[in-house]
């Protein structure tokens, strides 16, 4: 135990993974007692788990820089909905939609990234408090670039009055889950009996290209932290004074960090959206940056340290759990719809969960 506490690992923070699946297996039997269709809440928790999956990830960079979870997400979200709404008004379709949003989100994500660096740099101490901040700011400052920008394709404008639409459709520019279908996996189970007892079956669809697209961005990202770039952050984030001390620059370190996470969270958008088959604009980046931040930590990550691990862990628990709870609890219940009840219920819950272990954690300093 001693070895451990030194080496700085956290053996409570396993104690999440592990409760939260038992949990979650413990639904996914009750879904098959009470016939519910377990293989299909399976498939779509796979699907949101690949969607998700780029947004948690870009919590990784500035955590390891010591800059704390990225509550300012909706920066690289807004990033990310300004390039595909301009990628629509210039009329590029299908997966040229796809690739030209993430191009310019990339770009835009990186200016603003670089200045979210700035920002985070010169409140040292304050972090997780002044990222929440900015993130509501940069979405009430883009809820006013909706209102104003001088778009005028048919998909884009309003029926009535100017600005753009909350939502947006992605099908008839054929731009709705061309990832997901690429390579697509379908795998069908029939129903089966044991002791009398029937087990629903269902099909489990792999989304492949989604997740080849999430994964690749795992692997660089893994690989970024080995490389001498990726360890210098990863030293700034754990001793500033020992890195400053030893010739690192823990200003430009903290800026690359948070570059990183902005534009990791602009490319997910777009992944996000094509699977989702809508570009959400004016409120939805309010609600994503607390879920990502929930699931790292739920995945064993602290406000300190993280790991590519810890991103594919809580990911897949708690989106698994988000999907499942929901229609089981409506079983349960005998026909009353309580399904969103519930799921604001698990993700307030473990979101208080993520906070609590933040604050144990001093924020990340």
């Known amino acids: 135990m001693e070895k451990s506490l030194q080496s700085g690992f956290n053996v409570k923070s396993y104690l999440a993974p592990i409760i ?7 639904v996914l039997i009750l879904a098959v007692i009470f016939k519910q269709p377990w293989i299909t809440l399976i498939s779509d928790s796979l699907q949101r788990f690949a969607i998700w999956g780029m947004l948690v990830l870009a919590m990784v960079p500035s955590i390891q820089s010591g800059t704390g979870p990225n509550f300012a997400l909706p920066i690289g979200l807004c990033s990310g909905l300004l390039s595909m709404v301009t990628a629509i008004q210039l009329g590029f379709t299908g997966i040229w939609f796809i690739l030209v949003s993430i191009g310019m989100a990339i770009v835009v994500a990186c200016l603003l990234g670089y200045l979210y660096g700035i920002l985070m740099n010169a409140v ?8 929440t901040y900015t993130g509501l700011s940069i979405t009430m400052v883009f809820y006013i670039v909706w209102l104003v920008i001088p778009f005028g394709h048919a998909l884009l404008s309003m029926f009535l009055g100017d600005g753009l639409r909350p939502t947006i459709a992605l099908e008839p520019i054929g731009a ?3 990832l997901d279908n690429f390579l697509q996996l379908n795998f069908n189970f029939s129903d089966i009996h044991v002791f009398g007892f ?15 697209v999430f994964f690749a961005a795992c692997v660089i990202v893994w690989l970024f932290f080995r490389s001498k770039s990726g360890i210098s952050i990863s030293a700034v984030g754990a001793n500033p004074m020992f890195a400053r001390a030893a010739g690192l620059n823990v200003n430009k370190s903290r800026i690359i960090a948070n570059i990183i996470s902005t534009v990791l969270a602009a490319v997910g958008v777009v992944v996000y959206a094509q699977s989702f088959g809508f ?6 980046p309010l609600w994503m940056a607390f879920p990502a931040v929930a699931a790292i930590l739920v995945g064993g990550a602290t406000a300190q340290r993280s790991k590519v691990i810890h991103v594919l862990i ?16 409506n079983e349960v219940l005998r026909g009353e719809d309580m399904t969103d009840a519930v799921r604001m219920v698990i993700q307030n819950g473990i979101i208080l969960y993520a906070l609590t272990k933040i604050t144990a954690t001093g924020g990340g300093k």
């Open 198 to 212: 029937l087990i629903r079956g269902g099909t489990i669809t792999i989304r492949t290209g989604t997740i080849i």
């Open 124 to 131: 040292k101490g304050s972090e997780m408090a002044i990222a």
């Open 314 to 329: 809580g990911t897949f628990l708690f989106q698994g759990l988000l999907t499942t709870v929901p229609p089981v609890f």
């Open 176 to 178: 709705n889950q061309i």
């Open 20 to 26: 939260i699946g038992g949990f979650w297996i413990i």
């Open 279 to 284: 570009v959400q604009l004016y409120d939805f």
